[in-house]
């Protein structure tokens, strides 16, 4: 019994709540006008131009580089297709869009030094600073790599 009070208590609480929100929003929406040539001024404050649009965004994608903050590393094998492949096709995109990338051997470092999380060549590791923010294990293409370089930023009119 004590368990149905409560939760009838806590029924009509919320249905008081509801209905209250419901009553303010109703008087809000009654007071003003269906249009902006129909809304008052409020005294001593300046006239806003007829003339004036809101700004528009842009939809074209632009992207602002944060320059020697973002580095990307690329651990390549011997005698590897895919390592080949991406130091002739999308190392060069990278070097154009101004990417400070370093490539790594594996072969010409020590096992100790290498990376703990490689488990395949080519890895591509991007860091912000000094610390890791993605990794790629496998071959990548450059635009996905540079989505994590840059930053987007959006453009108004």
């Not at 994608?61 to 590897?80: I, L």
Request: include cysteine.
């Amino acid at each position: 019994m004590r368990h149905r009070l409560i939760t009838m208590a806590g029924f009509a609480y919320v249905t008081y709540a509801i209905l209250t929100a419901y009553t303010a929003l109703a008087s809000i929406e009654a007071a003003h006008p269906n249009g902006p040539d129909t809304w008052a001024q409020p005294k001593g404050l300046a006239q806003v131009d007829r003339a004036w649009q809101p700004m528009d965004y842009i939809d074209t994608p632009t992207y602002a580089n944060v320059k020697n903050e973002y580095r990307v590393e690329v651990w390549v094998g011997q005698r590897c297709h895919w390592c080949d492949k991406f130091k002739r096709r999308e190392l060069p995109k990278l070097k154009k869009a101004g990417v400070r990338v370093e490539v790594k051997e594996t072969w010409k470092v020590p096992r100790s030094e290498r990376p703990k999380d490689m488990r395949v060549v080519p890895m591509i590791k991007v860091y912000r600073r000094s610390k890791c923010i993605k990794t790629f294990h496998g071959y990548e293409k450059a635009e996905t790599i540079l989505t994590h370089v840059k930053h987007r930023v959006v453009l108004m009119r």
